[in-house]
């Protein structure tokens, strides 16, 4: 499948990346009707890449750190940010679909050039484990989740097949300890991509 | 065969090796079969940064490095690339240069892969 380049302006209010060139689409036979696509972002981004792994669940990043080369394991597929500005994606639906995922790529890439490439909150996430988790649940094993166990939640969570709002007894308002719990081990940018929506 | 590994030795754009080796690494990746290319001789010239082959009318061959990594990997062979004047910062970022022990280290371990040179 050999096509010309496809540039789109895909955030135009971006502060360091607005466009995004594709540059090769090759049919994914694995997976029928899906592509395999490499695009190019308007800007390096190697600066800010440590930043960008750290804004998402341990269990989907895989960060290459002598070639400054982040994997990510997410919407069903493997992407993969490197320092000039590509991104690579496999099992992509189309064209269209992969424009829509590297917006939103490119929303993490301009929020960490805004925090300075340190994030806004810098805390390393490769240190926390399930069982730091668990301690900040309700620990009451009542399966709202769909998790036979709080622990079981706790490591799909860090794995990112699990949504902290599946938790429904976080959302009480006597559970207000273990929230702050929560807030104080991952941080708010980590409980929000970890899908706490709050109270 | 439980893996998949094609060797690259002729420089792209002046024939289709390097087209064609890529093109089948990818090919095994898209069918859940590991697969990686090694780049040696006049091979290493497939994972030079910054090539521009609109101009001759190719298909871009760097461009291709990229859609294999990182189910699969992208081996470049040191002694090749020196002997050609090139560095690591010369090749694209998927690249993963390997020296003489590495390369013997690839191959002992892969007893259970088809080696293809292209």
């Known amino acids: ?199 | 065969m439980k893996s998949a590994l094609v060797i690259i030795d002729r420089a792209p754009y002046g024939c289709e090796n390097a087209f064609s080796g890529l093109y089948i690494v990818i090919a095994c990746l898209n069918s859940s079969l590991d697969a990686d290319v090694l780049l040696m001789e006049d091979g290493v010239y497939a994972a030079v940064a910054d090539q521009v082959s609109g101009a001759i009318g190719y298909p871009n061959v760097e461009e291709l490095t990229y859609l294999i990594f990182p189910e699969g990997s992208v081996f470049v062979h040191e002694r090749s690339l020196k002997e050609r004047g090139l560095e690591e910062d010369d090749l694209v970022e998927a690249a993963e240069v390997i020296d003489d022990t590495e390369l013997y280290e690839i191959f002992r371990l892969k007893r259970d892969t088809s080696i293809m040179k292209i």
């Open chain 1, 1 to 199: 499948m050999e096509m010309s380049e496809v540039k789109r302006e895909v955030r135009p209010q971006g502060s360091l990346v607005k466009e995004a060139t594709l540059k090769q689409v090759k049919p994914c036979l694995a997976a029928e009707g899906k592509i395999r696509v490499l695009m190019e972002l308007d800007s390096e981004i190697g600066e800010f890449i440590p930043a960008i792994a750290k804004m998402y669940p341990p269990g989907v990043v895989n960060y290459v750190r002598k070639k400054n080369i982040l994997t990510l394991t997410i919407y069903d597929r493997i992407i993969s940010l490197y320092p000039s500005g590509k991104i690579s994606m496999n099992r992509t639906h189309d064209v269209e679909e992969a424009f829509e995922i590297a917006g939103e790529l490119m929303d993490r890439i301009n929020r960490a050039h805004d925090s300075g490439g340190g994030g806004s909150d810098s805390r390393d996430m490769s240190r926390i484990g399930p069982m730091d988790v668990h301690r900040c649940l309700p620990g009451s094993n009542c399966g709202d989740c769909g998790e036979s166990t709080c622990m079981a939640f706790a490591m799909k969570l860090l794995n990112g097949e699990q949504r902290l709002d599946s938790c429904l007894p976080l959302k009480e308002p006597w559970m207000q300890e273990k929230v702050q719990c929560l807030e104080k081990l991952l941080g708010e940018d980590m409980m929000e991509t970890l899908g706490w929506s709050g109270y």
